[in-house]
């Protein structure tokens, strides 16, 4: 996570003329190039804003 950016309504909700509500939290996430395309000689990075709802841990390690 690069960054949090606060908490807003559910969109998926919204879409469906519902309320949204609990808010969920909205997350900068940075991922490299290669992870993504496959690219290993590219040391480029990607961010992307995604709700919590849509992220799943990386199984990492350090448990985060």
């Keep these: 996570m690069a ?7 559910d969109p998926a909700a ?3 003329h519902r309320h ?6 909205l997350y900068q ?3 490299p190039y290669a992870e993504v395309w ?3 000689g590219n040391a480029v990075t990607i961010a992307a804003d ?10 990492g390690s350090d448990g985060n």
């Design 3 to 9: 960054a949090v950016h606060g908490f807003f309504a």
């Design 14 to 16: 919204l879409a469906h």
């Design 50 to 59: 995604i709700y919590e709802h849509w992220l799943e841990r990386d199984g």
């Design 20 to 25: 949204g509500t609990p808010p969920i939290a």
């Design 38 to 40: 496959g690219n290993e």
């Design 29 to 31: 996430v940075v991922f």
